[in-house]
C-alpha cells in the first residue's frame, strides 16, 4: 500500500488534519474490536441454553487457536508501518512488532464464522464487520494489508476447524 515513508506519513497527516474523519475512523475501530467482544460471549450463552454439545469445542478450540497466534506474532515479529516508515499511527500505540497476522482481525473473523455455523445471517453481519476492522486497521496505520489478509485467513480456517470438531464431553 504504501511505498516509502513519505506516502505512509501523507496518508496518515491527510486523515490526521480531518478531525472528525480521524475521530470517525477510531471510534469505528474501536466499536468493530468491541463487538468481537460482545458477540463470541453472547454465542456462547445462546450454545449453553440451545446447543451444549457444542459449547466445550467453542470454548476451548478458539482460545487454543488464539494462543498459538499469539506465539506465533512473538516468534515471526513482522514490524508495524509506523515502525517501519518511522511516523506514528493515527492510533498512539506502543507495540513494537507482533503485526503478522492481526489479531483483531482475526479473532472477529473466527467470531464470525461460528456465527455462520448457529445463525447465518449474525454470522455474514459480522464477517462484513472483520473485512471492515481489517480495511481500518490498514487506513489507520497499524498493520500492512498482509496482515490483516492473513487474519482474515487465519481466522476463517481456525472458525472452520472449530466448526467440525464435537469434543466427547
Known amino acids: 500500500m504504501y511505498k516509502n515513508k513519505d506516502e505512509y506519513r501523507d496518508h496518515i497527516e491527510s486523515i490526521r488534519s480531518k478531525p472528525a ?3 470517525a475512523l477510531i471510534l469505528t475501530d474501536k466499536l468493530l474490536t468491541l463487538l468481537g467482544f460482545v458477540m463470541y460471549p453472547v454465542l456462547l450463552a445462546y450454545l449453553f441454553f440451545n446447543q451444549r454439545d457444542l459449547l466445550p469445542a467453542r470454548i476451548l478450540l478458539p482460545g487454543i487457536f488464539f494462543l498459538a497466534l499469539s506465539a506465533f506474532r512473538r516468534k515471526w515479529n513482522g514490524k508495524r508501518p509506523y515502525q517501519v516508515f518511522e511516523s506514528p499511527a493515527l492510533v498512539p500505540k506502543k507495540t513494537q512488532g507482533c ?3 492481526s489479531r483483531h482481525v482475526f479473532s472477529l473473523t473466527m467470531i464470525a464464522v461460528l456465527w455462520m455455523d ?6 455474514i453481519f459480522l464477517l462484513v464487520c472483520a473485512f471492515l476492522l481489517a480495511c481500518l486497521r490498514v487506513v489507520i496505520g497499524v498493520h500492512f494489508p498482509k496482515d490483516v489478509a492473513a487474519g482474515l485467513l ?3 480456517l481456525c472458525g472452520l476447524i472449530t466448526q467440525i470438531v464435537r ?3
Open 21 to 23: 474523519l480521524c475521530r
Open 99 to 101: 503485526s503478522f497476522p
Open 118 to 123: 448457529i445463525l447465518w445471517p449474525v454470522g
Open 154 to 156: 487465519v481466522g476463517i
Open 167 to 169: 469434543l466427547p464431553w
